[in-house]
C-alpha cells in the first residue's frame, strides 16, 4: 500500500478516534478495510454537570435546588443548555414549578413598582403533550396555554400576551408569543441587565425528525431562539433520548441520573413477520386479534405509522366485540371524548382493550391506569419510520406502571450483502463542517448585502442554513438531522440484528426472540370490503377522466373534501395520487374555477415518472424565479441563474439546443456550473452542502422518449409564463 507524503499529511489532526471513526476516515482516502472489522458507532453526550436523584426531581429538594440555580443563574444567561434525564423522572413537572415560581417573582416585582418584564414559553412539538401537560402548567392560576388554533382574534391575543407571564404552547406558535415578548422588553430601560425569559422546548429530539415536513416552523422557531439568546435570554432543551443530538449545539449539558431506575416493562422481544405487505396487514392484525381474545383484561397499547391501517383495524376488530381507539394527528374538535381522556389525563376508558396510535402519543404522554398485564407493541413495516432507538425508546415509556411486554414486530426484510456501520455522529459532524463551509461561501458571494443583512434564497436554505432576524447565518441542525435520521432508519430496516442490539445496550436487558406462531383459530377472515370502508375501486388515472370529462365529478369532490377534509383517504379523492391530490385541495379550497382545473387535471393525466406535474411546486417554483428576476443582492440562486441564462442565450444564438439524457445528467451539469462558482470563491464544492440538483425545481424543461431513449431539453426558466403554457392557462390561481 503506497501513499505519497503529502496523503499521509491529510491524516494529521485526527487523534483520540474510534475504530469505526478510523474505518470511516481509512475508507475516505481510498484504503479498503473490507471485512477486517465489525463495529458499531459509540457516542455519548458528555455531560458538563451530572446530578443524582432517587424518585421524582422535584421530589429531591436539593437536586431541585440546583437545576433552579444554574437555569437562572447570571452566567448563563445567553445560553443553550441541554437537560438529560431519563423518561419518568418528573422534567416536565420540575420545570413547570420552577415556572410558577418566576411568575411569582415577576407579580411581585409589580408591587415594588419596577415590574419584571421577564417571561417564560414551554415549547413542546406534539400538541399531545400540551394537553396532557395543561392541567400542572395552568395550575398556578397565572400560566395558560396559548396555540395558533385557540380561536382568539389577533386584538384578544395581543392582551393575553401582554398580560400573561408564562405559556405553554406549540413550537409554531412559541415565535410568535417570543416576538411580543421581546417587543415589549425592548422598550424597557433595563433590557441590558435583566434576562429577558426562559424558553424551553421540551422533547427537543422531536424537532430532528419534524424538519422532514414542518422545516419552515422549525426554522422560525429557531430564529425566535436566537432572539432571545441575543437579549441574555435562556433556552433550555429537554430529552430523555439525546442518542441524535450534537454536543457542540449546546453551551452547557446537564445530566440527571436516576439511581433507582428500572425499565417500564417486565421483558421485552421482537417476532419478524412477513415481507409480503398484504400479508403483514392481515397477518398482524390476527395477532392483535389473538391477544385480545385471549386476555379480555389486559390492554394493548399499539404503534402503527399508517393511519389508514389504524382506521381499518378499528373498524374490523369492532366486528369481532374488540373494542378499539385510534389517536392520530387531528384537530382537537374532531377528537372523540375517550381520545381526549388518553391524551388529556392519562386514563384509559375500562371498555376499550386496543390503542392503535401513530407517533402522536409517543413524545410525552403519559398513561397512568395501566395494569402490570398491559403490553405496549410497534410494528415496523417498511413503509414507516419506527426502525429507530429514540422512536422506539419513547413508545415504551407510554405506560407508567410497570407492564408485562414491549414488542417490536419487524417486516422481514433482506439484510445488506456488504455489513457496514452506520456512523450516525461521524457522518452529522460531516454535514455541519459542509454547512459551515456553505456558510462562509455565501458571506463571500454576499459581498455588500442590503442593509448588511443576509436573507437567504432556496438553494441557500437546503444547504442546511438558517438567517436570524439580525442577519447573521447558523447551521439549521434539525434539517441536517432529519436526513440522516431518515437513511438510518432505512439502515436498520434492514440490518434489524443491528437495532435489537442498539436496544439491548440502551436498555441493558436481553430482547428475546418472541417469533411467536399465532394459530389463527378464529378464522382468516379477510373482513370488511372497499365498499365498507368508503373507498373508492377507480384508479387514480380513471378518476383524473372523470374529473376531466365531467364537471359535476368535480362538485362531488368537493362535498367529499367537506366530509373527509384536507387529509381524507376515502371517497373519489382519496384515491388520486399525492400531487394531483394536492392540486385538487388547493384549487377547491380556493375555489377555482372548473376551467382551471380541468386543464391542469389534464396535465396530471399525462403525466408519467419522467415528466412531473405539480401545479403548486410549479407555481413556488415561478414566484422563485421572479424573485430572482429583480434581486439586487447576489445569491447562490442569483448568480447560477445568470450563469445558466448565459449559456441558454449561447446556445440559442448557435441554433443549439441543451439536452440530457436523464435528470440526473442534468444534476451533475447543475453542479458543475456551481463548482465553477465555488472554486472561483476559493472553495470546493465537496466540502459545502450546496447542492446543483435543488436549482433544477426552477428550470423549464421538455421530456420526450424516442426509441426508447429518454430526452429532455431545457427551454429556459419556470417564471409565470412558462408556468401558464405548461399547464394551458390564463392566468394564475
Not at 146 to 158: A, I, K, M, V
Not at 492 to 511: A, G, M, P, T
Request: net charge neutral; with cysteine; aromatic share 8%.
Amino acid at each position: 500500500m503506497s501513499k505519497t507524503k503529502q496523503d499521509i499529511n491529510e491524516f494529521k489532526g485526527y487523534h483520540d478516534v474510534t475504530a469505526g471513526s478510523l474505518i470511516h476516515i481509512l475508507r475516505q482516502h481510498g484504503i479498503d478495510t473490507s471485512n477486517i472489522f465489525t463495529f458499531a458507532e459509540k457516542n455519548e453526550l458528555k455531560p458538563d454537570i451530572t446530578l443524582n436523584i432517587k424518585g421524582k426531581i422535584f421530589d429531591n429538594k436539593d437536586v431541585y435546588l440546583e437545576l433552579k440555580r444554574i437555569i437562572s443563574s447570571p452566567e448563563n444567561q445567553g445560553k443553550r443548555i441541554l437537560l438529560v434525564s431519563d423518561t419518568g423522572t418528573g422534567k416536565s413537572y420540575a420545570l413547570i414549578k420552577m415556572i410558577h415560581e418566576l411568575n411569582e417573582k415577576v407579580l411581585a416585582s409589580k408591587s415594588t413598582g419596577s415590574a419584571s418584564k421577564q417571561f417564560a414559553v414551554y415549547s413542546c412539538p406534539r400538541r399531545a403533550l400540551i394537553n396532557n401537560l395543561k392541567g400542572d402548567f395552568e395550575s398556578d392560576g397565572n400560566s395558560t396555554m396559548l396555540t395558533g388554533s385557540d380561536g382568539y382574534s389577533t386584538f384578544e391575543r395581543n392582551i393575553i400576551i401582554n398580560q400573561t407571564p408564562s405559556f405553554i404552547t406549540t413550537i409554531d406558535h412559541a415565535p410568535r408569543i417570543i416576538e411580543s415578548k421581546l417587543q415589549e422588553k425592548r422598550r424597557t430601560t433595563n433590557k441590558e441587565k435583566e434576562c429577558a425569559g426562559l424558553l424551553v422546548t421540551d422533547e427537543i429530539h422531536v424537532l430532528s425528525t419534524d424538519a422532514s415536513f414542518k422545516l419552515d416552523r422549525i426554522r422560525d422557531h429557531l430564529i425566535a431562539e436566537r432572539s432571545l439568546l441575543d437579549m441574555r435570554g435562556i433556552s433550555l432543551h429537554v430529552t430523555a433520548t439525546p442518542e441524535l443530538l450534537h454536543a457542540s449545539d449546546y453551551d452547557l449539558i446537564i445530566r440527571i441520573n436516576q439511581e433507582d431506575h428500572e425499565n417500564p416493562f417486565k421483558e421485552a422481544g421482537y417476532s419478524i413477520l412477513s415481507d409480503s405487505t398484504k400479508e403483514l396487514k392481515s397477518q398482524f392484525l390476527r395477532m392483535i386479534r389473538f391477544a385480545a381474545e385471549s386476555d379480555k383484561e389486559r390492554k394493548l397499547l399499539i404503534f402503527i405509522e399508517d393511519t389508514s391501517w389504524i382506521e381499518e383495524y378499528c373498524q374490523q376488530l369492532q366486528q369481532y366485540n374488540i373494542k378499539a381507539i385510534g389517536i392520530m394527528a387531528k384537530k382537537e374538535s374532531e377528537r372523540q371524548e375517550k381520545e381526549i381522556t388518553i391524551i388529556d389525563k392519562g386514563n384509559v376508558s375500562g371498555d376499550i382493550q386496543v390503542i392503535l396510535a401513530t407517533t402522536v402519543l409517543s413524545s410525552g404522554v403519559s398513561i397512568t391506569n395501566n395494569q402490570e398485564k398491559d403490553e405496549t407493541w410497534v410494528l415496523c413495516s417498511h413503509n414507516s419510520i419506527n426502525h429507530e432507538l429514540t422512536r422506539l425508546t419513547q413508545m415504551s415509556h407510554r405506560f407508567r406502571n410497570k407492564y408485562s411486554a414491549f414488542k417490536i414486530f419487524f417486516q422481514k426484510a433482506d439484510a445488506p450483502k456488504q455489513r457496514k456501520a452506520f456512523l450516525y455522529q461521524t457522518f452529522l459532524k460531516e454535514e455541519i463542517k459542509k454547512a459551515e463551509n456553505s456558510k462562509e461561501l455565501i458571506k463571500k458571494v454576499r459581498k455588500k448585502p442590503t442593509d448588511y443583512m443576509i436573507a437567504l434564497d432556496n438553494m441557500e436554505q437546503q444547504s442546511g442554513l438558517f438567517s436570524d432576524d439580525n442577519g447573521n447565518l447558523h447551521v439549521l441542525t434539525p434539517m441536517i438531522q432529519s436526513t440522516l435520521i431518515r437513511n438510518k432508519t432505512y439502515y436498520n430496516y434492514k440490518s434489524q440484528d443491528v437495532l435489537i442490539r442498539e436496544l439491548e445496550q440502551r436498555f441493558e436487558c436481553e430482547f428475546k426472540n418472541f417469533d411467536e406462531i399465532v394459530v389463527d383459530t378464529i378464522g382468516e377472515e379477510e373482513g370488511v370490503n372497499a365498499g365498507q370502508l368508503g373507498l373508492s375501486n377507480l384508479s387514480s388515472k380513471e378518476t383524473l377522466k372523470m374529473i376531466i370529462e365531467d364537471r359535476n365529478t368535480y362538485e362531488q369532490l368537493k362535498k367529499e373534501y367537506i366530509r373527509f377534509g384536507r387529509g381524507g383517504k376515502n371517497g373519489l379523492i382519496g384515491k388520486i395520487k399525492r400531487h394531483a391530490k394536492n392540486d385538487l385541495t388547493y384549487f377547491i379550497e380556493q375555489s377555482v374555477d372548473y376551467e382551471i382545473v380541468q386543464q391542469v387535471m389534464k396535465c396530471h393525466y399525462d403525466s408519467n415518472k419522467d415528466e412531473k406535474c405539480s401545479y403548486l411546486e410549479h407555481k413556488a417554483a415561478s414566484q422563485e424565479v421572479e424573485k430572482i428576476k429583480f434581486a439586487k443582492d447576489p445569491s447562490i440562486q442569483v448568480v447560477m441563474y445568470r450563469e445558466l441564462c448565459d449559456r441558454l442565450e449561447r446556445a440559442n444564438d448557435k441554433a443549439e439546443e441543451v439536452i440530457f439524457s436523464s435528470l440526473t445528467e442534468m444534476d451533475q451539469y447543475l453542479n458543475d456550473v456551481l463548482w465553477i462558482l465555488t472554486k472561483y470563491y476559493g472553495y470546493d464544492l465537496k466540502s459545502t452542502n450546496i447542492k446543483g440538483e435543488h436549482f433544477r425545481n426552477l428550470l423549464d424543461y421538455r421530456f420526450k422518449k424516442s426509441n426508447g431513449k429518454r430526452k429532455y431539453t431545457v427551454v429556459g426558466f419556470m417564471d409565470e409564463q412558462a408556468l401558464k403554457d405548461k399547464y394551458g392557462i390564463k392566468k394564475i390561481v
